[in-house]
Each structure stands twice: as structure tokens, then as C-alpha cells.
């Protein structure tokens, strides 16, 4: 059974543009280590890790004062 990698535009990169925040202001707020590689690949749509994807949620929710669920940010997440 192959898994699915490359699941197309998510709705975090949707939520970046309401915030009006960049890749860079999410790496900036973050107070775990991500880089600009990992959040260009989450807003893609390739299939994250667990723990990069709470990475993320946690940066955004601290970048845009807001308290998102991994399911708005992710089609894929559970």
C-alpha cells in the first residue's frame, strides 16, 4: 500500500493570507525549531510528520493570536 505524499494546497495556506502573515513571520514566531522548508511544504500539500505538523500549528496560532485545530490547517489530519 503506497500512501499518498503530494495532496495538493491546504488550508493553511489560505489561513497565512487571512492573517496576512509570510512563511518567514511563522519560522519567526516559533518558539520550536522549524524552518521555511517545512512550512513551504505543509502549504503544498506534501504529507507532514505528526510532530512538524504541531509545529506549525503551534507557530501559526502564535503568529496570528488565534487557536486553530490541526483539521483547519490540514485536509489530512485526524
Request: no cysteine; proline share 4%.
Given at each position: 500500500?503506497?500512501?499518498?505524499?503530494d495532496?495538493?494546497?491546504?488550508?493553511?495556506?489560505?489561513?497565512?493570507?487571512?492573517?496576512?502573515?509570510t512563511?518567514?513571520?511563522?519560522?519567526?514566531?516559533?518558539?520550536?525549531?522549524?524552518?521555511?522548508?517545512?512550512?513551504?511544504?505543509?502549504?503544498?500539500?506534501?504529507?507532514l510528520?505528526?510532530r512538524?505538523?504541531?509545529?506549525?500549528?503551534?507557530?501559526?496560532?502564535?503568529?496570528?493570536?488565534?487557536?486553530?485545530g490541526?483539521?483547519a490547517?490540514?485536509?489530512?489530519?485526524?
Amino acid at each position: 500500500m503506497d500512501i499518498e505524499r503530494d495532496l495538493g494546497p491546504q488550508p493553511l495556506g489560505d489561513l497565512l493570507i487571512t492573517h496576512e502573515l509570510t512563511k518567514h513571520d511563522l519560522v519567526a514566531a516559533s518558539t520550536e525549531q522549524i524552518t521555511h522548508k517545512m512550512v513551504s511544504r505543509a502549504v503544498r500539500g506534501r504529507r507532514l510528520t505528526p510532530r512538524v505538523m504541531v509545529k506549525i500549528q503551534n507557530a501559526l496560532n502564535q503568529a496570528a493570536g488565534t487557536d486553530y485545530g490541526l483539521s483547519a490547517l490540514f485536509t489530512y489530519a485526524r
